[in-house]
């Protein structure tokens, strides 16, 4: 198949999961072509099959903001033309589906119909698309799609209660490349972060409010207070400062350390204990599978699709969202040296059922019905 994949090129989990389904897709002998307005951060290309096209926009007088959605279409239209392509795979609905469907409506009237798939990643519907700005045209969007998944169950059922969804949505979860997230000899980097055997807590996010940084920070601040720790902080944005201020407040800074944005977090991981994910809201918890798959065991909220993820009692454990003194309790049985081994255990075998090669054949075979699906409305 000869597949576009329309993504935002970042850190985030929706730019992550694009990157790493089209890489696998083009390990498969698919031919992946990546339109976004700038390379995917983990995107390379190694693999003949890998292709990017930039979106270039452009400010003029009359426009107070470029018209990124305007453009996107535009160049898809060109991809789809001059590559052939056989589907499109847009993550994040806002303006990635609004945009497709564009493209395809123009793409029509040359004799060419491009069926579209749109991934659905969380704050494209939990938050963004419930502005009243952007909700008629995220329900149209979706609606008009002719393949829909979601990240969860749990987002699934959002996506139902918050639209006027007469589309089927089908869930495909997120999902690990095992070959890269897996426990590595750091013996040297523990040592160097924990010269006395400190248990070592780890947290990853892009710091906003939603992501209850605070939270980390006090129930890191209760654990050390019980036994020797140590924590990093992988991330960065809006509440690191919060953050940092409470690490004074509390003088606890000497065991913190903020490691900023990191491309080689499993490194990092590798040497963990335990995972803080104390999340107001996650749509699957895609951090907590990195973790899980270097055999991390995870504290988390039990909102969103967590649950299906984290396993109460069995990878970790679940607490209602801002109870820090259970996720402390919890926290502290987890890192006792008696239990530690068998939730590390269990984390890396639950991880496993998310293992990029279970999950990538349900793609697969969900493009070519969708495709089968368009060829045949099109022959009636």
């Known amino acids: 198949m000869k597949i576009g994949i329309v993504c935002y090129p970042t850190f985030g989990g929706s730019g992550v999961v694009a990157t790493e389904l089209g890489k696998a897709l083009a390990q498969e002998g698919h031919e992946v072509h990546f339109i976004t307005y700038s390379q995917p951060s983990r995107l390379d290309f190694l693999n003949e099959n890998l292709f ?79 502005d009243p700005s952007y909700e008629p045209v995220v329900t149209f969007s979706i609606n008009q799609s002719d393949g829909v998944t979601a990240v969860s169950e749990d987002l699934r059922k959002e996506t139902y209660h918050s639209f006027k969804i007469t589309n089927e949505i089908v869930v495909i979860p997120n999902f690990i490349d095992l070959a890269k997230f897996k426990k590595q000899k750091k013996d040297h980097f523990k040592k160097a972060i924990c010269p006395n055997n400190e248990a070592l807590v780890v947290h990853t996010s892009n710091f906003r409010k939603v992501k209850r940084i605070p939270d980390v920070i006090t129930i890191f ?12 902080m992988i991330g960065d944005g809006p509440e690191r400062t919060h953050a940092e201020t409470m690490c004074r407040d509390f003088d606890i800074c000497d065991k913190i350390r903020f490691l900023g944005k990191l491309e080689a977090v499993e490194e990092v991981l590798s040497v963990a204990d335990l995972f803080l994910m104390p999340s107001e809201k996650e749509s699957f918890g895609l951090a907590a599978l990195e973790a899980m798959a270097c055999e991390v065991p995870v504290i988390s909220s039990n909102t969103g699709g967590i649950p299906e993820l984290n396993v109460q009692g069995v990878t970790g454990f679940l607490s209602d969202i801002g109870d820090v003194e259970d996720m402390t309790r919890k926290a502290l049985f987890v890192l006792d040296k008696n239990n530690l081994p068998r939730f590390k255990e269990n984390a890396l075998k639950r991880a496993k059922e998310f293992d990029i090669s279970n999950i990538l054949p349900i793609y697969e075979n969900y493009y070519l019905k969708v495709m089968e699906k368009a060829a045949a409305r099109l022959t009636v």
């Open 221 to 232: 601040n209760n654990i050390q207070k019980e036994i020797p720790a140590k924590l990093l």
């Open 52 to 130: 990017y096209h930039e979106v270039e926009f452009h400010s003029y007088p009359l426009f107070e903001y470029p018209p990124y959605e305007l453009a996107l279409a535009s160049k898809m239209v060109s991809v789809v033309k001059n590559e052939k392509l056989d589907l499109l795979h847009v993550h994040y609905a806002i303006p990635h589906a609004s945009a497709a469907y564009m493209a395809r409506q123009i793409l029509q009237t040359h004799g060419i119909y491009i069926p579209i798939v749109t991934t659905l990643h969380g704050t494209d519907i939990t938050l963004v698309g419930k």
